[in-house]
């Protein structure tokens, strides 16, 4: 795994070049960009969401477009639409710009239930139907798609069931001061995104994508993620737990930040880094917390805190059974 390590740090390197401070965000994108996983970034304007989509794009050679999302858009102006060839007397398809290995739905919010259900069949099986005929939608294909948490006039909030085919929430927050006067300074004469450069190619980010499957994880662990999901969907303050989904995409998503670190297995570490922005945006908390300002991220830290992870003895025993097995 040290050859994904030392390929994910040249490609955060890059990005970093752009996106000042956020390290960890940049970390979970490629996450989620290994897990052949979606990305929902929630924040509010002028944080560098948009920024951050199109930096990963350049930075890995992906094909890259742009829907904005508003709410007159409609479903074919997402998916394409199918016209009337006056020459050759038959209909032709027209691709729309979900046609593209990584696609930023700018504000997702904005545009109503119809015009964001067209993304449900792409998210999750990478193809899309339009008057009875089905396209497969390149590889890898990833849905970056941003929202602004505070404005909820004029927006559509997501269902329940769209949420949970994200595979990570990320919150982005404002720069520190340090930071924000590097910004400043990298922006003097011109925007750094475009001197970026390509640091691989999407045939990389694939064969990187199949080698973390490979990734051993000891049945302690797959025990603990599955406990950790099973206790959401107990919680007195949490109405709706986590789905199924929810367990695949921690489980995946441990895979590729040991792959990350430079581990061929996973530790408990790994799955609790990763539980905030996996399964956050999956809860819905009972009307009864909501007023005392319970948030899922503190149900899921509290969670993490009463959940036992594999204890010391059984964690070097663990480690030791994983490397084995490496």
Do not use: W
């Amino acid at each position: 795994m040290n050859a994904i390590n030392q390929v994910v740090e040249r490609v955060m390197f890059n990005v970093e070049q752009v996106i000042v401070g956020k390290h960890r965000a940049v970390e979970l994108v490629l996450i989620a960009l290994l897990c052949k996983g979606h990305v929902l970034l929630e924040d509010v304007p002028g944080t560098g969401k948009t920024v951050l989509a199109k930096s990963i794009a350049r930075s890995i050679g992906c094909s890259f477009k742009r829907i904005q999302f508003t709410p007159d858009l409609l479903p074919s102006d997402v998916t394409g639409i199918s016209m009337f060839n006056q020459q050759t007397r038959c209909f032709e398809f027209r691709s729309g710009p979900i046609f593209a290995q990584i696609v930023l739905a700018d504000e997702i919010n904005r545009a109503t239930p119809r015009a964001q259900s067209a993304l449900l069949e792409a998210m999750e099986e990478q193809q899309i139907t339009v008057d009875g005929t089905t396209y497969e939608l390149p590889h890898p294909f990833i849905v970056l798609a941003t929202q602004n948490p505070i404005e909820y006039e004029g927006t559509f909030p997501l269902p329940e069931a769209q949420l949970d085919r994200f595979l990570l929430r990320i919150h982005l927050g404002y720069p520190d001061k340090h930071d924000e006067i590097t910004i400043l300074k990298r922006q003097r004469q011109s925007h750094p995104l475009e001197m970026l450069n390509r640091v691989i190619d999407s045939e990389t980010l694939l064969q990187m994508q199949a080698a973390i499957k490979d990734v051993h994880i000891n049945e302690l662990i797959e025990e603990y993620i599955v406990t950790l999901v099973a206790a959401t969907r107990q919680h007195e303050d949490i109405y709706l737990g986590a789905s199924t989904r929810g367990s695949l995409a921690l489980y995946r998503g441990a895979q590729a930040r040991a792959a990350i670190q430079g581990r061929d297995y996973v530790i408990p570490d790994d799955v609790k880094e990763l539980a905030e922005p996996v399964l956050g945006h999956r809860l819905i908390i009972n009307p009864s917390a909501r007023i005392r300002n319970v948030t899922a991220r503190a149900l899921i830290y509290e969670i993490l805190n009463a959940v036992p992870v594999p204890g010391a003895r059984a964690g070097r025993r663990l480690e030791r059974t994983s490397a084995t097995a490496a």
